[in-house]
């Protein structure tokens, strides 16, 4: 699903924010990369929503699989 289609991403102030919240995007990947858990994540922003968070992931996977497969032929 490209971005500009996702029901679950705002753009507000110039950062991508979960709809519906004042929650940066960029938390949930902060989280991820300290090693917190989504339910960490959940726990701490229960007005973001496991189908919010799960479609930004699908986003990023499939923005990280286009990337690779352009990359792989540019070499």
């Given amino acids: 699903m490209p971005l500009a289609q996702s029901s679950s991403i705002k753009h507000q102030n110039g950062n991508l924010i979960f709809s519906d919240t004042d ?13 917190r858990s989504l339910e960490d994540f ?6 973001v929503k496991i189908n919010q968070v799960n479609e930004v992931l ?12 352009i990359s792989q032929y540019s070499i």
């Fill in 23 to 35: 929650i940066a995007i960029s938390i949930l990947f902060n989280y991820l990369k300290a090693g």
């Fill in 42 to 47: 959940l726990e701490d922003y229960p007005q």
């Fill in 58 to 69: 699908e986003i990023a996977e499939e923005q990280l699989n286009t990337n690779f497969k």
